[in-house]
């Protein structure tokens, strides 16, 4: 608790509430000082004053020597400009030690000499001239112990001690509840509510209830809510998939050996003597292997953990005319896909693995009308981007927002929405990524990056959960 944000709001304020006291107490002592002096020159002119005004009363020794004690001073002397100079004097105990000047002093002068007072000796003697308040042509010397003056100001620096203390406790108390119930306390019940979802988030108790506050600290307590909310969706979400992606894992193997019967039956029946049976024949034996290729992608892409990489060194140019030879052609006939990748150019990685990556994207242009897909690559720091670029009609705007999402990013009617969702995955694995650079009327360009010297990036998906089965 005393390392909490609360405790250190409490010292603060009352360090800087006791900061800006004694930066108010420098000038007042300062003020209280020069004060202090001018009332005993007021005090002193007054005293001369009244003698001037009783001409017939006698000045005897004794009655001077109360004058100057009620005034608390050793001796006066008042100087006019009409009437010369008067002067009040009693025993001077020894000679002066400091003397002060109040008619003409600044205000750094005033504080510097305050505190030479205060750290100084508070026995000295004081000699002190001014001009008297009630006569500004008058000037009036006194001689004065600096005792009472140092009592009195030692004094008042208690009393502001005092009274700071007072007010820094009051304001640290008032500024500590209203940070705590406008800040600290809100700040908490968001953290704990963190800590709780974070142990186990699909706890619906475990989400934070936002207030009814309309400030930051309200608008990230809605912020945390929809956080919280969008996170637990999405974990139940994918716990649900998991599960269904390993039933469906399960049913696609069974099912792919079932279609692999239908498969060798379908071929005999292109040799059947029925006209009918051979002319739908090829179009059932194309759906069966369509479907066997949807079980295939899909046992491949839900299985466990990323792809298993065999790294080795290659010449890229000969595996993107490798990839070439594969491919069908074009509409029209002749060959769409075109090497333009430069002789010696090697690369580190899994060659059958980037072989589907760029099979994939050629029979995706292929399919989708293009008649020319080139192929092209340079070097790019440590790294090799290669770019496919066709000259196909493009992908739709719906189909570009879920291109490498599996299930959600195919344009073809009879797609299975894995081939690109794949591709990156392997791409990724390799540490490097494929991403779509622009989609026109004119054509698709996608471009892949990869490190030159690959490695086998296992961070790419835990081992614990199925590989991607949540996009089901």
Not at 64 to 70: A, G
Not at 106 to 129: C, K, N, Q
Not at 299 to 306: D, T
Not at 335 to 357: K, S
Request: hydrophobic share 45%.
């Amino acid at each position: 608790m005393a390392k909490g944000l609360s405790a250190r709001l409490l010292v603060l304020t009352i360090f800087f509430v006791m900061l800006a006291e004694v930066l108010i107490y420098v000038p007042s002592i300062a003020r209280y000082r020069a004060t202090f002096l001018e009332e005993r020159l007021v005090n002193a002119h007054l005293a001369v004053l009244a003698l001037e005004a009783a001409p017939e009363v006698e000045l005897t020794e004794e009655f001077e020597e109360e004058l100057l004690r009620n005034v608390g001073v050793f001796s006066i002397a008042l100087s006019k400009p009409d009437k010369g100079e008067l002067l009040l004097a009693r025993t001077v105990p020894r000679s002066v030690d400091v003397t002060y000047d109040l008619r003409d002093v600044g205000p750094f002068e005033l504080v510097y000499d305050a505190f030479d007072t205060l750290l100084g000796s508070d026995y000295r003697l004081m000699r002190v001239i001014g001009n008297s308040k009630r006569d500004p042509e008058a000037t009036v010397e006194v001689i004065l112990d600096q005792r009472p003056l140092y009592a009195s100001m030692l004094g008042y620096s208690e009393r502001i001690l005092v009274l700071s203390l007072i007010i820094s406790l009051i304001t640290a108390a008032l500024v500590y509840l209203s940070l705590h119930i406008l800040l600290v306390r809100p700040m908490r019940r968001m953290t704990d509510s963190m800590t709780r979802f974070r142990e186990n988030p699909e706890e619906v108790q475990n989400r934070i209830v936002p207030s009814t506050r309309s400030d930051e600290v309200g608008v990230a307590e809605h912020e945390l809510a929809a956080m919280q909310a969008r996170i637990a969706g999405a974990l139940h979400q994918k716990t649900r998939l998991a599960a269904l992606g390993i039933a469906v894992t399960k049913i696609n193997h069974d099912l792919r050996n079932i279609l692999a019967t239908a498969r060798l039956v379908s071929d005999s029946l292109s040799d059947s003597e029925d006209p009918d049976v051979r002319r739908i024949a090829p179009t059932l034996v194309k759906s069966i292997d369509r479907a066997v290729n949807l079980c295939a992608q899909t046992l491949n892409f839900s299985r466990e953990g990323p792809p298993d990489l065999s790294l080795e060194t290659f010449d890229l140019s000969e595996l993107v005319e490798e990839v070439g030879q594969s491919l069908p052609a074009a509409a029209t006939g002749e060959q769409a896909w075109r090497n333009r990748v430069p002789q010696g150019m090697t690369l580190d990685a899994d060659r059958a693995q980037l072989f589907r990556v760029f099979a994939n994207l050629g029979h995706n242009a292929i399919e989708a009308g293009a008649s020319c897909v080139d192929v092209t690559s340079e070097y790019e720091a440590e790294a090799v981007r290669i770019t496919v670029a066709d000259d196909g009609p493009g992908l739709p705007p719906r189909a570009r927002d879920t291109l490498f999402q599996p299930f959600a990013g195919t344009v073809k009617q009879d797609g299975s929405g894995l081939g690109l969702a794949i591709s990156r995955d392997l791409a990724r694995a390799h540490g490097g990524d494929i991403a779509l650079v622009e989609s026109t009327g004119a054509g698709t360009t996608f471009r892949i990056v990869l490190p030159r010297q690959s490695r086998q990036v296992s961070s790419a998906r835990p081992k614990s959960a199925p590989r991607r089965v949540a996009a089901l």
